[in-house]
């Protein structure tokens, strides 16, 4: 971010200032207090809940630069911020502040802006036009949906100086929010998804919402355009821009059929027709696709760019996710909107799925209707009716009773069913269904829906790697307390995120805030960028081949050897392109890295080239989890400060240090400089007893199966192959679990590994198979067919330390997490 000094935004935002103003500029913005760091500028905004001038005080003390207050409210406040280096701006409004602020940055940094407007379907359509853009331009995209008064000039602050095109979401709610909106993004180019009839209450009609929502694209001028559907009420309303409907230029859907999970679309992307498949089988998906494809076609991005984009691109969580449980029954969970259109488009498609199964629809009502509530309500019964849905099961919302009236006109004879909660609803749900059968979450009572969800899916799916985002941020912050406000946080993500899924986590970091990404291979970067990541992101084992993806995805390589400086050098001027780099040197890993005495040499080399910006320097670590080697790790220290000492004397310029992993950030203040790049204390696993005995973090992972056999063995039965163990006690009741080597289970569990029921550790016995493994149940008379069964990991208040069950397997916690298998072992989120 690149914010005007305290006294330039006291020009700007018309503001006095108070107390002891910086000279400097602020780091960067922030409206929540917990999240100031040293150096920020704080608005102290007033929300429906909390008034956030309760938090200046907070905010001052986490050390803001400069706190932007109500005029009003500083009179009756008789001191001044005391403390050096912090200033009060004293402005009218501090929301027409932030709005003003992001104006500016607008202005000042971002080159060209599509905003994206329409009841659902935006930020669909926002993630998907950034995945196809990311390649071509600098593209910043709203985090989240962030699409709102105090969302939009946040969104607009988050996107680095020098963006060449901004894509961002604005939502509105009530007459007149719109023009304010308009004059944060001031759009080039506009996309208007649709017009539903979400909060209604707000608008009274249709035709003022058209009219509201327009007002978005007032300012584009003849050269750019607004993307919207041939709707009447929107064609009537004048612009000077030229008008584009989805379907008449590229691209045009030709034909469709389905392909494992999702489609193969027949598509003319204006290089003829090729086949696209892409993972889902939304009809409304498949819409805003088209949507983000036409506005990527007018920005100039080639057929074969955006096809090498579509083969891989996932859509976001909880729009139409489709889940297969191993019985056959298929759960669609789509609870991201729930607005009329939105609800009859999701029923259409399930309604018109090839599935053979009998449907079922659980819908928890729908929000902001106004006057139209009982007759949309009505509405939707029925249409669930028409549709062939066999079921209707209502969680509480007022109007549920004119949706039960609206399907008993088709179905009287078997009335919709209401239910309580989550709980009856996961029981009901579970009466209901058979293999093969279909059930659509779909309505408001969101985080209800979205639960009850989950634990029928979690029931049915015998194995499943858990993953808790919220435990992850937890962590997150505990090392950024640990490390102190100057130190940055790279997460690293390589090798798919250890295991779980590198674009969910990913996207869940940079939204809580995250500094740098880390991967090891260019493709991995990339798929961080196609996730809508805008953090910079280090690669760390770069392949010297790949020098073109380095550059097209905007990521930094790391220099690791005086040959890769070369070559990479050599590329870049053959493509008439620079980069960024990261050198690494190696004081002692024994792994990648230039030898101390080459550094020197190297970082010239780079510098001169003219085309390799050299912008940070890092060592790795070999023994920082070991006391007994302390050291060794002090050496290595010595010998990348010195290295570091040598490089900064020959030239100036900013240079980010970086050396601690997980281990070196926890045991070695000194190992923190400017960066520490946490892997495995991003899940709450220590590296080893010494880590765990310095810092607490919170398990975020669970690996969990269920029993699928309980049986009584007599005295001398072997148990699994070549019969190791063999029954001593006169009887032994035995369970098989779900899990075998093939999913991740250590095969060396077969010689003392424990695994973790009702909290109680229950031993492993016999040798692990491949896809089963026995255990002894005596300690729990009461273990059923069914039970779940943690093999490590955090689930419901039990826990079993992954380092400990590493320990047992004779392995790391490592080695431990990369092995649990992603195509059979199903990863779950929570939170986020
Ligand atoms: C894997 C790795 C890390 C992260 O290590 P953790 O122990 O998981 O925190 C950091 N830096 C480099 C260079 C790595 O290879």
């Known amino acids: 971010m690149s914010l005007p000094s305290p006294a330039a935004l006291a020009d700007l935002l018309q503001g006095q200032l108070r107390g002891h103003p910086t000279v400097a500029p602020p780091r960067s913005v922030a409206i929540d207090s917990r999240r100031v760091l040293p150096g920020d500028l704080f608005f102290a905004l007033s ?31 008789e001191t001044p911020p005391a403390s050096p280096g912090c200033a009060h701006l004293l402005v009218d409004d501090p929301l027409t502040a932030l709005q003003q602020l992001a104006a500016w ?8 802006v599509v905003a994206i407007t329409g009841s659902n379907g935006k930020t669909v359509v926002k993630s998907a036009l950034t995945a196809l853009l990311a390649g071509r331009y600098r593209v910043a995209a709203s985090p989240g949906s962030w699409n709102s008064q105090v969302g939009v000039p946040l969104a607009v602050l988050t996107a680095p100086p020098g963006t060449e095109l901004g894509v961002f979401e604005a939502g509105i709610s009530a007459p007149g929010e719109m023009e304010r909106l308009e004059a944060i993004l001031a759009p080039d180019f506009g996309v208007l998804v649709n017009i539903g009839l979400a909060h209604l209450a707000g608008f009274g009609s249709r035709a003022v919402t058209a009219r509201e929502k327009m007002k978005l694209f007032a300012g584009i001028g003849p050269q750019g355009w607004l ?8 064609e009537a309303l004048p612009l000077p821009c030229r008008r584009l409907h989805p379907g008449v230029q590229p691209p045009r859907l030709l034909g469709q059929r389905p392909d494992g999970n999702g489609l193969l679309l027949d598509l003319d992307l204006g290089a003829g027709p090729m086949q696209v498949p892409v993972r889902t089988r939304s009809a409304p998906l498949v819409e805003d696709l088209l949507i983000a494809l036409t506005a990527a076609i ?6 074969d760019e955006l096809l090498a984009v579509l083969r891989d691109y996932s859509f976001g969580p909880t729009r139409m996710e489709t889940w297969r449980t191993p019985e056959g029954i298929t759960i669609i969970n789509d609870t991201a909107s729930d607005d009329p259109i939105s609800v009859q488009a999701a029923l259409d498609t399930v309604g018109a799925s090839p599935e053979t199964g009998r449907r079922l629809f659980v819908f928890g009502g729908m929000g902001e209707l106004g006057a139209s ?9 029925q249409l669930a009716a028409e549709r062939g849905f066999s079921r209707l099961l209502l969680l509480p919302h007022p109007a549920q009773r004119h949706t039960a009236a609206g399907w008993a006109r088709l179905h009287p004879e078997t ?22 059968d279909t059930v659509l979450f779909k309505g408001a009572a969101r985080q209800e829906l979205s639960r009850a969800a989950q634990s029928i899916w979690e029931s049915m799916a015998p194995r499943r790697l858990l993953v808790d985002l919220d435990a992850i941020r937890d962590n997150v912050s505990r090392f950024r307390s640990l490390c102190g406000p100057g130190v940055g946080i790279l997460a690293v993500l390589k090798a798919w995120a250890y295991g779980t899924e590198l674009a969910r986590l990913a996207t869940a970091l940079q939204d809580s805030g995250i500094d740098w990404i880390g991967v090891s291979a260019a493709d991995e970067g990339a798929a961080v960028r196609r996730a809508g990541v805008q953090r910079p992101v280090l690669v760390m084992l770069m392949d010297i081949d790949e020098v073109d993806k380095a550059v097209r995805w905007r990521l930094t390589p790391v220099v690791y050897s005086p040959a890769f400086a070369h070559a990479l050098v050599t590329s870049l001027r053959s493509m008439g392109a620079s980069l960024e780099v990261h050198l690494e040197i190696d004081t002692g890993m024994g792994r990648v890295g230039v030898s101390p005495d080459e550094a020197l040499a190297t970082a010239r080399l780079l510098r001169e080239s003219g085309v390799a910006r050299l912008s940070g320097l890092m060592t790795h670590l070999a023994s920082a989890d070991d006391p007994a080697a302390d050291a060794d790790t002090d050496a290595q220290l010595r010998c990348f400060e010195a290295a570091v000492a040598a490089i900064r004397a020959e030239a100036e310029g900013p240079l980010l240090v970086h050396a601690a992993a997980t281990s070196g950030a926890v045991r070695f203040p000194q190992a923190r400089h400017d960066m520490v790049r946490i892997g495995l204390g991003l899940y709450g696993i220590h590296p080893s007893p010494a880590i765990e005995a310095a810092i607490e973090l919170e398990p975020a992972l669970a690996f969990v199966s269920r029993l699928v056999q309980v049986r009584r063995f007599k005295r001398g039965q072997r148990i699994g192959y070549n019969g190791t163990y063999q029954v001593s006690a006169k009887q032994q009741r035995i369970g098989i679990v779900a899990a075998g080597y093939n999913d991740g289970v250590p095969w060396s569990f077969g010689q003392g590994g424990e695994v973790m029921m009702q909290g109680q550790r229950l031993r492993v016995l016999g040798r692990v198979s491949m896809d089963s493994m026995a255990i002894d149940l005596d300690p729990l008379p009461g273990a059923a067919v069914g039970d779940e069964v943690l093999i490590f990991g955090a689930h419901e208040g039990q826990v079993l330390r992954p380092e400990q069950a590493a320990r047992q397997a004779g392995t790391i916690p490592y080695d431990l997490l990369v092995r649990v298998d992603n195509r059979r072992v199903p990863r779950i989120f929570r939170g986020g």
């Open 227 to 234: 993307i919207a559907p041939p709707d009447p009420l929107v």
């Open 105 to 112: 940055y607008r202005r000042s940094h971002i080159q060209r």
């Open 298 to 303: 007018e920005l100039g991005v080639p057929a």
């Open 373 to 381: 509530e009982a007759r949309e309500h009505a509405f939707i019964g």
């Open 415 to 436: 009335p919709a069913l209401c239910v309580e909660d989550a709980t009856a609803l996961r029981s009901g749900i579970h009466e209901l269904t058979r293999p093969g």
């Open 47 to 77: 929300g429906r809940r909390r008034d956030g001038h309760a938090y200046v005080e907070a905010a001052e003390t986490a050390g803001a630069s400069v706190v932007v207050v109500r005029r009003s409210w500083a009179r009756q406040r």
